[in-house]
């Protein structure tokens, strides 16, 4: 027979934890209040890993600057631009921080393709076609009110309803 710990211990100890986990935990489990857990999802940018993280934000709003050709915008993999943003917005940093808004402009200057859609790298420079996958990672980075995000978004929907297969079976590419 195995002894579970009770909800309120599992809640006190993911409450003593980083910032990214304690407003999730307010929000979902705890039950306070909006302003309670908004408070605590403030701190993801000062605190704990979010904190962290963002210290490491170059000037021009990039991670990984230097270790890449593209400048660090997608490359290398887990410490890019892209990649930091993914594991920001999961810790639930709010879109409209300042830091954040720096890299999603950088995102988008890098990777917008003549489509109207994004994509990063040396294929994207010789082809300069956008990329449904990647177009979608960073219209979810970059989550903010702005005509690029809405093109983005009506890009995005045309692109991917015109490779989906119709009644008969075929795909219109």
Request: proline fraction near 6%.
């Amino acid at each position: 027979m195995t002894v579970r710990p009770s909800n309120d211990r599992v809640i006190e100890w993911l409450v003593d934890g980083d910032p990214a986990i304690r407003w999730q935990v307010l929000r979902d489990l705890a039950g306070t209040t909006e302003l309670a857990f908004e408070r605590e999802r403030g701190k993801i940018s000062r605190q704990g890993w979010g904190g962290r993280l963002l210290a490491e934000q170059d000037p021009k709003g990039a991670w990984a600057a230097g270790k890449a050709p593209d400048s660090g915008v997608y490359t290398p993999k887990w410490t890019s631009t892209t990649y930091t943003m993914l594991s920001l917005r999961d810790f639930g940093l709010p879109p409209t921080t300042p830091p954040a808004q720096k890299a999603c402009k950088l995102l988008l200057e890098h990777g917008l393709q003549p489509d109207g859609g994004i994509n990063y790298g040396t294929w994207a420079k010789w082809t300069r076609r956008s990329e449904t996958c990647v177009t979608g990672m960073i219209l979810s980075l970059c989550r903010i009110s702005s005509t690029t995000t809405r093109d983005l978004t009506r890009w995005l929907v045309t692109s991917w309803s015109n490779r989906c297969p119709t009644a008969d079976g075929t795909v219109d590419a």
